[in-house]
């Protein structure tokens, strides 16, 4: 493993900062300790890659559990009917594209900031004012970019469309997070390595991400079958009548 001279110092000291033998073990993993020398050289970009790959996996995931059906004629090409497998659609490479781009970079900045303004700090009250700041400021933005990016994803064209979906989720997922947060940081000081945290964050992020998704995605098949259903309800009704005059004269 190649790490760049200037940063052996930061590494070694991110390294050795475990917290149980299985953070210890998990260290030691080739692979993660590749993935940690290139957070560690380059923390913006593979903070992207992370996330844009986790955002086009989160979409696939998605459509396999809301149970999302992907239909194709038998004269398709050999691409699309694999694509239509692995449920795999032009919204994924958007969510890839909002994680690399909007995602990872905005999480990175405010990480940034927050370790800023809290550094040195170590007082009960710091500790305190640093837990209010993410719940009642940083989560609350990071909750209204990512539904208003899966208002736009999700086929909503006009500011009163984006706005709607933003109002109905918005509540919901926050206190989601509020609640998950807490338990997260816990379980992150705890039983994480240091130079694992945005990943292991980025993961419960995911997790929230998908469940919303799928909620998101089933409220929409549902909408779509009653629609369908009120359609065809109305087609029945005009032939019934339309047949019934047809009689009686």
Known sequence: MIVPRGLKTQYNILKFNCFSKFSFDLMKNPLV??????????????????????GFFQEILANHIAGVKFKTSKDAALSARIMAVCKMDGRAVKMALYGF???APMNHYMGLWMQKWFAGRTSIKSKIGHLCAQMFLVAPIQTLVFLMSMSWIGGATTSKDIHA?????????????????????????????APLWSLFFQLVGFSVGTYFNVKIKKQAMMVKAAKKKHSHDD???????????????
Do not use: H, N
């Not at 300790?33 to 986790?54: D, E, H, I, N, Q």
């Not at 933003?166 to 705890?190: C, D, E, H, Y």
């Open 33 to 54: 300790a590749r993935y940690v020398a290139a957070l560690v050289a380059r923390p913006l970009l593979t903070k992207c890659y992370t996330s844009g790959f986790l």
């Open 235 to 249: 087609s029945s009704s005009s032939s019934s009548s339309s047949s019934s005059s047809s009689d009686s004269e």
């Open 165 to 193: 979906r933003v109002r109905m989720g918005f509540v919901k997922m926050l206190t989601l997070t509020w609640l998950i947060q807490p338990s997260a940081s816990f379980v992150a000081t705890r039983f994480v390595p």
């Open 101 to 103: 781009f909007i995602s």
